[in-house]
Every structure is written in structure tokens, then in C-alpha cells.
């Protein structure tokens, strides 16, 4: 069995064939699939599509992107969605340098609200860094040791190093089958017990699938991938890291 991390399978890229997608995704051996949110509106259909597919599984949270013109009661409303049963994480959180369609100060603040909500509920949080390394490791530093994991990794060994002392995994993504030098190397360098797959659908689709609308059950290649890299038994890559998300996000053995 595997574990496809992070999906976002209640995105409209979906919404003509979803019933097709979750079942190809449990024909592939996937168990269950972690859907987060990156906004009010895209928490809430992740929590509805947990009610609506007994594999799936939600988190809710307000992504760097939409950090800005946010309600007054954002903060109430994700804490309120992370009091249903099946949501087993905060997120997607963090910050994003790369495109920064929110104004730094903007995602910085709002990251930190959510990881404080993170620590008063004790959830781990799902967390997205691109392009920002350096506060993202000062925030997490100054907030203390946590629970969570840095999704769709593509920083180097020092970052990956720094952030599992800090109590998060690290979650690749089909970039492990692109030919990416930095993160190749973390693969190689990161010991499989502090290692997590995902697809990140809908983006990000694997090799073979390159140019495809990405969806769980492509998240295979990620693990063999990463057996292959690694020199191990692809049955140990899917046993740890399925282990992995599993105590993670406290999931049914």
C-alpha cells in the first residue's frame, strides 16, 4: 500500500471524471489520499470530499497565495473545519518567494497564525516553501519543535537536515522523476525514515506522465523513483514511507 500525501483532488480539474480518478487510485494500491486545502472555500470541499470517499482524508488551511484580503474571522473558520474528525492536518501553509502573489509580511503573519492554531490543536501542519528558505527556517525555529512535513521538497540536504531536526518529514514529488540535481542528492543524502510520497495533483505529473493532468495513483513512481536512487527494494520504499504518513497523520492501520 501507499499513501498519496498530497492531492488536491477537489480542484475543478477533476470534476468530470473524480470518481474515475479514486478508483484508479485504489486499483494502484493507494490506501488513502491526503487532500488539503489552500483557501476557505477549497478546505471545505476538502472536507466534503472526505465524507464522500471513505480514502480520503482532508487538512484545511490558508496557502501563502491567499494570504491577502482574507475574512476577519479566517482564523475561526479554518479552526472550526480542523474540529471534523476527518481532517488529520493543517494545511497547506507556509511561505512562497518564488511567485509571492501575497506580499511577504502578508504570508509570513498569516503562517505564523496557523502554526500557533497548529500547536493549540495539536495537528501537524502540511507546510509549502518555495523560494524562502531562510524565514521559513527562522519561523519554525522560533515557533519550536513541531509536527508536520515540508511538502513537495525541493530545497537541499542542509534545509531537508534542519527541518527534521525541527520534527517534520519531507515529502517528494513526481520532481524526484524530472532529473533534479538538489533533489536527487537530498534523496540520496535523507535517510527513508524521515521520507513521505505525494503527486501534488493536479500539477507536477511524473515521468512517464509528463504533460498529463496528474492524480493519485501516479504517486507509485514517485516511490520507485526513489527505490531506484536509493539502491532499495521498492517494497521497503512503500512499507517506510506508508509507515511514515501513517503515524504522521495518526491514519487507520
Known amino acids: 500500500m501507499l499513501i498519496d500525501t498530497h492531492a488536491h483532488i477537489q480542484f475543478g480539474a477533476y470534476d468530470e471524471n473524480r470518481d474515475a480518478v479514486i478508483e484508479r487510485a485504489l486499483e494502484a494500491g493507494i490506501g488513502y489520499i491526503i487532500c488539503p486545502g489552500i483557501d476557505l472555500e477549497s478546505s471545505e470541499q476538502a472536507v466534503?470530499?472526505?465524507?464522500e470517499y471513505e480514502c480520503v482524508y482532508a487538512a484545511a488551511g490558508i496557502h501563502p497565495h491567499e494570504s491577502t484580503e482574507l475574512p476577519d474571522d479566517w482564523l475561526y473558520r479554518i479552526e472550526d473545519l480542523c474540529d471534523h474528525p476527518l481532517v488529520v492536518a493543517l494545511g497547506e501553509i507556509g511561505l512562497d518567494y518564488f511567485k509571492e502573489y501575497s506580499p511577504g509580511e502578508a504570508q509570513r503573519n498569516t503562517f505564523r497564525s496557523q502554526?500557533?492554531?497548529?500547536?493549540?490543536l495539536a495537528l501537524p501542519i502540511i507546510v509549502h516553501n518555495r523560494d524562502s528558505d531562510e524565514d521559513m527556517r527562522r519561523i519554525i525555529t522560533e515557533a519550536g519543535p513541531g509536527n508536520g512535513v515540508m511538502h513537495c521538497f525541493t530545497s537541499d540536504i542542509r534545509m531537508a537536515r534542519d527541518m527534521v531536526?525541527?520534527?517534520?518529514?519531507?515529502?517528494?514529488?513526481g520532481i524526484a522523476t524530472f532529473g533534479n540535481t538538489v533533489v536527487d542528492n537530498t534523496i540520496l543524502?535523507?535517510?527513508i525514515d524521515h521520507m513521505m510520497v505525494e503527486t501534488d495533483s493536479p500539477f507536477l505529473a511524473p515521468a512517464p506522465y509528463r504533460g498529463k493532468t496528474n492524480e493519485p495513483a501516479y504517486v507509485t513512481a514517485v516511490a520507485d523513483k526513489?527505490?531506484?536512487?536509493?539502491e532499495l527494494d521498492p517494497a521497503t520504499v512503500r512499507e517506510r514511507t506508508t509507515e511514515n504518513a501513517q503515524q504522521l497523520f495518526n491514519l487507520p492501520l
Open 115 to 120: 502554526l500557533e492554531l497548529a500547536g493549540d
Open 165 to 173: 531536526d525541527l520534527g517534520y518529514l519531507i515529502s517528494f514529488t
Open 48 to 51: 466534503q470530499l472526505a465524507e
Open 226 to 230: 526513489i527505490a531506484e536512487l536509493k
Open 189 to 191: 543524502e535523507l535517510p
